[in-house]
Structures are given as structure tokens and as C-alpha cells.
């Protein structure tokens, strides 16, 4: 009888989760999806990059279907941005990372294109 005490009592212990443990393994995350604004597809290899007051913090890809992620950021305001040949550059402020959230900010580009300037022809 005592060696089925302390084979539970073993067990338990050994399934219990120390205090402490857990409570600091949480990662502050960004995540989402990048698209194109016209043709609402997803958007590969834009350049995601996270800064805080004016420091670059950390850069991500997208990847095949558009998403992101950052992980392991300290909670804290941040400046986003999404930049891709042909696309206009896409700028996020004051993105606020909370301990224990996780933050999703999907974005759609525009063509760059779109967004030549036309000489003035009138003077």
C-alpha cells in the first residue's frame, strides 16, 4: 500500500506545474495578413518591419499565403511597416503590445502605380 501512495504521489508531482512555470513563457505577438486592395489576394515576401520609438526592433517576410508573425516582442507602443516592389509603402503607428494579448493587424496594399504623380501641365 505505501508503494501505491508514493507511485501517485510521484505522478502528481510530476504532472503538476511548478509555480512560476508558465507564467513568463508567453510570447507578445503580432500577427496578420497582408493582401492586394484590388485583387484581395494574399501578398508573398512583403517586408515587415517593427520599430520602437524609432529603433528597428525586428523584420519579417510574409509568407505564401500573406501571413505574419512576431514573436517574443516586449509589450510596448510600436511603428509597423509593409513595404514590396510595386506596392506603395504602408505605415501603422502606435501599435500597442499588452502583455499576455496578441495583437492582429491585417493590411491590404495598393499598386504603386496607382499612385504616380502626373507632371503639371499647366503653369
Known amino acids: 500500500m505505501t508503494l501505491v501512495l508514493t507511485a501517485t504521489a510521484f505522478i502528481t508531482r510530476a504532472n503538476a506545474t511548478p509555480p512560476g512555470v508558465g507564467e513568463e513563457t508567453k510570447k507578445h505577438d503580432i500577427t496578420g495578413g497582408v493582401i492586394n486592395s484590388d485583387t484581395k489576394k494574399p501578398l508573398s515576401n512583403v517586408s515587415v518591419t517593427a ?73
Do not use: C, H, W
Open 51 to 123: 520599430y520602437s520609438t524609432n529603433k528597428k526592433e525586428k523584420v519579417v517576410l510574409t509568407d505564401a499565403t500573406g501571413n505574419y508573425s512576431f514573436t517574443e516582442l516586449k509589450p510596448g507602443t510600436y511603428k509597423l511597416t509593409f513595404e514590396k516592389d510595386g506596392f506603395r509603402k504602408v505605415t501603422k503607428e502606435k501599435v500597442t503590445i499588452r502583455p499576455e494579448e496578441v495583437y492582429q493587424l491585417n493590411i491590404e496594399m495598393e499598386d504603386e502605380e496607382d499612385f504616380k504623380i502626373i507632371p503639371n501641365l499647366f503653369f
